[in-house]
């Protein structure tokens, strides 16, 4: 079997998208029945990373043109494909014009927001024309079928995994010396801070945190990531009169980021408009308290609140009172994210295209 899976970005990038997509292809290429993955990305990678046997990955550059051309191109050019995978709904015309040139079922993977609305006619068509349609989230799979012309028995669910390295372990001494938060009980937020990205919470955390600062003079919070929206935020901090206990640590490496969960005491990303979160994951099997949104897809991570608290994402009060209930508890036990493990997401998304191909 030979497969095509054309993505926004992969192996070498940073971000949810670019886990879940290398976690899929990982798992497609592990497959015995599997000869090659051919992979082709819209965006350049930004380190270098080595894919596993059996995968080769391309990077188109110049623009959507470009990267449609190269994509049609090596549909036209490249092996007999036996299925095409597509990574995002926005290249969802030409991944569904890949498969008809090569007569391969199509796969197309989707998230969140992008699938929430309906959008124009030829995402739409094509949409309608993919054999199986796999959600991250319950959410994203409601809000898909509110607008998509698709059997619900065609829309399945592949939730996100978590990489074996995310453990317990001591806190990184010098790290926090580096971020100044040495002996002070951490709440850590990990996400882009882009303008377009205000429904991740970083506010409604900083307005918690001037309520709790009273009562609670050794708090900090740490925001890992960088984005557009960051001089905002500062001056946000400072308006509240909390500058001296936030700490932009600005954009982390994927290397870096274990010791980040493992500097903090709480996870608290209280997103609206959250596809899933792999961050969620990642803080649970770090052995951290997770407080996410209750209005999206961040319910799938943390079970429904059996994995960590949810509560409402615009409520300063109710994430103030979740980060001192979840300071004053007992680390929770890491393992209780093992649905999410690896090895199961191997297993379920092999099982998955098997049935695709059936």
Known sequence: MRVLALVT?????????????RDLLGAVAAMPEVEQVDVLCRHAPRWPETPPAKVTQRTAGAGRAGYAMRALARAVTGPDYDLVICGHLHLAPVAE???RLRGAPLWVQIYGIEAWQKPGRLRTAAMQRAEIVISISRYTRTRFLEWADVPAERVRILPCTVDDRFTPGPRPQALAERLGVAGRRVV?????????????????????????????????YVIAGDGDDRPRLEQLAHELGIAGRVHFAGQVSDSELLDYYRLADVFAMPSAKEGFGIVFLEAAATGLPVIAGNRDGSVDPLADGAIGAVVPPADAGAIADAIERALGAPRPDPKRGARFAATAFREHAQSLLRGALA
Do not use: W
Request: proline share 2%.
């Open 97 to 99: 014009a890949a498969a």
């Open 188 to 220: 850590l937020t990990v996400s882009r801070i882009d303008r377009g990205d205000r429904y991740k919470g970083h506010e409604h955390v900083l307005a918690a945190i001037q309520q709790l600062a009273p009562r609670m003079s050794e708090l900090a």
């Open 9 to 21: 970005d992969a192996y070498g990038a940073n971000g949810g998208i670019a886990r879940f997509n």
